[in-house]
């Protein structure tokens, strides 16, 4: 007779939610350790100008600290709005500045002036980052294929080629308490989702004091009916906004982000989940994310 064991001895459980049904994963943000590059970590200071926090995983702008700053805070930093300006990314190693609370355990730069640990592209870490589910067919193919980001909901995503423009039919600003708020009409179906969204704008014309450049560039979608009406805010003088008119056109398409895929984790690792109308992040233990080297 053989020995008869009531249980597997040899099987494993994981507590739900903790990594999926596997113990390997990868952490949004964690860069891997190397120790030839670790001492490449960089750290800044969150932009006065920023509209949006930071947290490990997000592709950053850096500009050169001003002349009368303290040099030790590093640069300026803030979200990167399109692959042209992309200087690193940031991390959550060593970000000792974020903060976190129960409803928003996950940690964020949020204050002008707080710390934002980096690293400059081109230096050769590994970090994972959030991806679109779809990016599981990349798994087992070349480590070069192109992909882009989504810098509205900060994953990565398929390649989108750069040039999509999706024309806006009129822009009109009202003004309150130094304010004004300009409502957006498009012509068709856009790919704006809601309120927190980054849109690009150009085309744009301004017979207000203020010039073209305050209705056009970078704007954050403030309110939201639907993807052919919402609207984003300005923050200026009485009469720096008029009638508004030109070829508007919203800009889409961000074109091949340069960094290499090493690893996809399908289900089973921790990403970022923030949302713009609270401003809360909370991690995703069963994310999609990938492995790039910047």
Known sequence: MTIQVPFNPYGTTNAQ???SVQSAGYVQGVYQDDPAIRNALAVGSLSAAATLPLWGGVPISESIASSTADAT????IIQASAVANITGWSVFNNAYSMVGSPTSPVPLAVNAGASVAFFRSGCGIRIP????????????????????????????QPYDAATATYSIT?????FSGGVWTVAVVMAAASPVGGVGDSINISGATNSGTGGNS??????????????????????AVAGAIGTIAGTQVLNYGTGALPVKILGISAGNGMTVNYNPATGA????????AALIQI
């Open 129 to 156: 980052v959030a991806m679109d589910q779809s990016l599981v067919s990349l798994d087992g193919g070349l480590i070069t294929q192109n992909v882009s980001w989504d810098f509205n909901n900060q994953i990565l």
């Open 73 to 76: 805070l590093g640069g300026s």
């Open 170 to 174: 009129s822009q009109t600003a009202t």
């Open 281 to 288: 992040a909370t991690w995703n233990r069963s994310g999609y």
């Open 17 to 19: 939610g903790s990594f």
């Open 214 to 235: 305050l209705v056009n560039g970078n704007q954050v979608v403030t309110a939201f009916t639907d993807n052919q009406h919402f609207s984003y805010q300005v923050t």
